[in-house]
C-alpha cells in the first residue's frame, strides 16, 4: 500500500528512537466499521517483538478518516507496564498530515523523536497506546492499523515488518455517564474528584444542565464560570476542582461524564451549616436505569429531637426524549402509601430533586422509581437543617 493514500499517523523505532510522522491523506468510501476517534477515546495496539526489531512504524489509516478541531495525539509506548517514551504531535484542522520520514531519499522529515532505550533488548510484549484531544478523526476504521518496516521503505511504500507481530488493535471508546446531582450556593459548594486509574494518559469532560436539561455556567476556582469542564490526566493521577461559594443564590443541576473509560468523576456536596461547622456528602456517578429503588426514612432521630429528611434527585440522561418518572413509596411493612411522592416530566437532560413529602413524616420505607427513558439517581439524608448524607440507590434491572 501506498503512504500517500493510507498514512493518518505513524511512529517511528529506529536505532532506539521513535519517529513520529503523518502523510497527505486521500479520503476513499466509509466502511462500516468507521468509528470516532475523539476526546476520552484510546487507541491501543498490542505487539511482540525480537531484538533485532529497530525500526518499526506503526500506521493509523487514513483511507476514510476526517479531522475535526486541531486533534493533539499523545502516544506512549510500553515493555509490559514500563514506559518507554512518550510524544505529542498537534495536526492542523486542515484535514491531513503532511511531512513524514527523516530520510536522505525522500522529502519527508522527522517531526520528533523520543528515546526508547530498551526497545532492542529482547523479545518485549509491547503497546502503543494513543490518545486525542482538542479535536477529533471521523470515519475511523481501528481495522486499518498496521506495523511497517522503515528499513525497508521506498519513496512512498512500505512493506510489513517480518520480526514483529501486531496482536491487538482496540478502539476504547469514551465511557459515558452522570452525575445526577449538583448545588452550589445557598450555603453549598461542589467538590469534583477526577482520577485515572490508568497507566495511561487519559481525557475526560463534564457537562453542566440545569432543571430545564439548558447547559448552566458553574463558577470554578481560579478559572471562572463554564459549561463544561475538560481537562486531561497523566497516568495514574488525580484532579481537584471546586464550584461555587456558599453565599450565593442556590443553583442545582446535573451533569454529564464522557471520559477514557479509566476514568471516575466524584463529586461531594459541601454545606455550612448553621452551627458554623462543614458537612459533605458524596455524589456517585449512575450508569443509568430505568428503574430504581431507595429507602426513606422520615422518623425524628430520639438523640437531639431533630427531624430526619429524606429527598432525592433524578437527572434525565435522555437529550432526545423528556422522562415520565412514577414513584411507590411504601412504608416499612410495604403497604403502599398513595400520592406521597410526585415527580414531574423531566425534560431532555433535566433535573428534579425535592426532600418535602408530608405524607411520609414519621415514616420509614422505600421509593421504588421507573422512568421512560434512562435515568440517574441520587438520594440525600438529612438529620436536621445541618449534617447531610447520601443513601444507596438500587438499579433495577
Same mark, same amino acid.
Not at 123 to 131: A, D, E, F, K, L
Not at 255 to 263: E, G, I, L
Not at 314 to 343: F, H, K, Q
Not at 373 to 384: D, E, H, K, L, P
Given at each position: 500500500m501506498g503512504i500517500q493514500d493510507r498514512t493518518l499517523f505513524s511512529q517511528r523505532c529506529s536505532a532506539g528512537r521513535m519517529?513520529?510522522?503523518?502523510?497527505?491523506?486521500?479520503?476513499?468510501?466509509?466502511?462500516?466499521?468507521?468509528a470516532t476517534f475523539g476526546p476520552g477515546s484510546q487507541l491501543v495496539a498490542t505487539f511482540t517483538t525480537k531484538a533485532n526489531s529497530s525500526d518499526l512504524i506503526f500506521f493509523f489509516d487514513n483511507d476514510v478518516a476526517t479531522f475535526t478541531g486541531s486533534p493533539v495525539f499523545t502516544t506512549s509506548i510500553y515493555d509490559g507496564q514500563t514506559l518507554l517514551g512518550t510524544v505529542t504531535y498537534t495536526v492542523a484542522s486542515t484535514g491531513t498530515f503532511v511531512a513524514n520520514f527523516s530520510s536522505p531519499t525522500s522529502p519527508y522529515q522527522a517531526l520528533a523523536t523520543i528515546s526508547f532505550g530498551a526497545i532492542n533488548a529482547g523479545t518485549i510484549n509491547g503497546r502503543m497506546v494513543t490518545t486525542v484531544s482538542g479535536g477529533a478523526i471521523?470515519?475511523?476504521?481501528?481495522?486499518?492499523?498496521?506495523?511497517?518496516?522503515?528499513?525497508?521503505?521506498?519513496?512512498?511504500?512500505?512493506?510489513?515488518?517480518?520480526?514483529?507481530?501486531?496482536?491487538?488493535?482496540?478502539?476504547?471508546?469514551?465511557?459515558?455517564?452522570?452525575?445526577?446531582?449538583?448545588?452550589?450556593?445557598?450555603?453549598?459548594?461542589?467538590?469534583?474528584?477526577?482520577?485515572?486509574?490508568?497507566?495511561?494518559?487519559?481525557?475526560?469532560?463534564?457537562?453542566?444542565?440545569?432543571?430545564?436539561?439548558?447547559? $448552566?455556567? *458553574?463558577?470554578? +476556582?481560579?478559572?471562572?464560570? =463554564? #459549561?463544561?469542564?475538560?481537562?486531561?490526566? &497523566?497516568? @495514574? !493521577?488525580?484532579?481537584?476542582?471546586?464550584?461555587?461559594t456558599y453565599g450565593t443564590a442556590l443553583v442545582e443541576g446535573s451533569a454529564s461524564v464522557t471520559a477514557t473509560p479509566s476514568v471516575t468523576v466524584q463529586a461531594l456536596m459541601r454545606r455550612q451549616g448553621s452551627d458554623g461547622s462543614f458537612y459533605e456528602a458524596a455524589v456517585e456517578p449512575a450508569a443509568g436505569y430505568?428503574?430504581?429503588?431507595?429507602?426513606?426514612?422520615?422518623?425524628?432521630?430520639?438523640?437531639?429531637?431533630?427531624?430526619?429528611?429524606?429527598?432525592?434527585?433524578?437527572?434525565?440522561?435522555?437529550?432526545?426524549?423528556?422522562?415520565?418518572?412514577?414513584?411507590?413509596?411504601?412504608?416499612?411493612?410495604?403497604?403502599p402509601i398513595a400520592g406521597a411522592v410526585s415527580v414531574p416530566a423531566l425534560?431532555?437532560?433535566?433535573?428534579?430533586?425535592?426532600?418535602?413529602?408530608?405524607?411520609? $413524616?414519621? *415514616?420509614?420505607? +422505600?421509593?421504588?422509581?421507573? =422512568? #421512560?427513558?434512562?435515568?440517574?439517581?441520587? &438520594?440525600? @439524608? !438529612?438529620?436536621?437543617?445541618?449534617?447531610?448524607?447520601?443513601?444507596?440507590?438500587?438499579?433495577?434491572?
Amino acid at each position: 500500500m501506498g503512504i500517500q493514500d493510507r498514512t493518518l499517523f505513524s511512529q517511528r523505532c529506529s536505532a532506539g528512537r521513535m519517529f513520529l510522522a503523518a502523510a497527505v491523506a486521500v479520503l476513499t468510501v466509509v466502511p462500516a466499521s468507521a468509528a470516532t476517534f475523539g476526546p476520552g477515546s484510546q487507541l491501543v495496539a498490542t505487539f511482540t517483538t525480537k531484538a533485532n526489531s529497530s525500526d518499526l512504524i506503526f500506521f493509523f489509516d487514513n483511507d476514510v478518516a476526517t479531522f475535526t478541531g486541531s486533534p493533539v495525539f499523545t502516544t506512549s509506548i510500553y515493555d509490559g507496564q514500563t514506559l518507554l517514551g512518550t510524544v505529542t504531535y498537534t495536526v492542523a484542522s486542515t484535514g491531513t498530515f503532511v511531512a513524514n520520514f527523516s530520510s536522505p531519499t525522500s522529502p519527508y522529515q522527522a517531526l520528533a523523536t523520543i528515546s526508547f532505550g530498551a526497545i532492542n533488548a529482547g523479545t518485549i510484549n509491547g503497546r502503543m497506546v494513543t490518545t486525542v484531544s482538542g479535536g477529533a478523526i471521523t470515519n475511523f476504521n481501528p481495522a486499518r492499523v498496521f506495523l511497517y518496516d522503515a528499513q525497508s521503505k521506498s519513496a512512498n511504500s512500505y512493506v510489513p515488518l517480518g520480526d514483529a507481530t501486531l496482536t491487538g488493535i482496540t478502539l476504547n471508546p469514551p465511557a459515558t455517564s452522570s452525575l445526577p446531582h449538583f448545588v452550589f450556593g445557598g450555603g453549598f459548594v461542589m467538590g469534583f474528584y477526577v482520577l485515572n486509574a490508568s497507566d495511561e494518559p487519559a481525557t475526560f469532560t463534564v457537562n453542566f444542565y440545569d432543571d430545564s436539561g439548558k447547559p $448552566v455556567s *458553574l463558577p470554578f +476556582t481560579g478559572t471562572g464560570p =463554564s #459549561t463544561s469542564l475538560t481537562d486531561n490526566l &497523566a497516568a @495514574r !493521577a488525580l484532579k481537584y476542582y471546586e464550584a461555587g461559594t456558599y453565599g450565593t443564590a442556590l443553583v442545582e443541576g446535573s451533569a454529564s461524564v464522557t471520559a477514557t473509560p479509566s476514568v471516575t468523576v466524584q463529586a461531594l456536596m459541601r454545606r455550612q451549616g448553621s452551627d458554623g461547622s462543614f458537612y459533605e456528602a458524596a455524589v456517585e456517578p449512575a450508569a443509568g436505569y430505568k428503574e430504581f429503588l431507595l429507602p426513606f426514612d422520615a422518623t425524628k432521630f430520639t438523640t437531639t429531637g431533630d427531624q430526619i429528611y429524606t429527598g432525592f434527585a433524578v437527572a434525565n440522561l435522555d437529550a432526545v426524549n423528556a422522562a415520565a418518572v412514577t414513584c411507590t413509596a411504601r412504608d416499612s411493612s410495604a403497604n403502599p402509601i398513595a400520592g406521597a411522592v410526585s415527580v414531574p416530566a423531566l425534560s431532555p437532560l433535566g433535573h428534579w430533586a425535592n426532600a418535602s413529602f408530608p405524607l411520609l $413524616v414519621g *415514616l420509614r420505607g +422505600t421509593l421504588d422509581c421507573t =422512568s #421512560t427513558t434512562t435515568v440517574g439517581a441520587i &438520594a440525600i @439524608r !438529612a438529620i436536621g437543617t445541618n449534617a447531610i448524607s447520601t443513601l444507596p440507590v438500587l438499579p433495577v434491572h
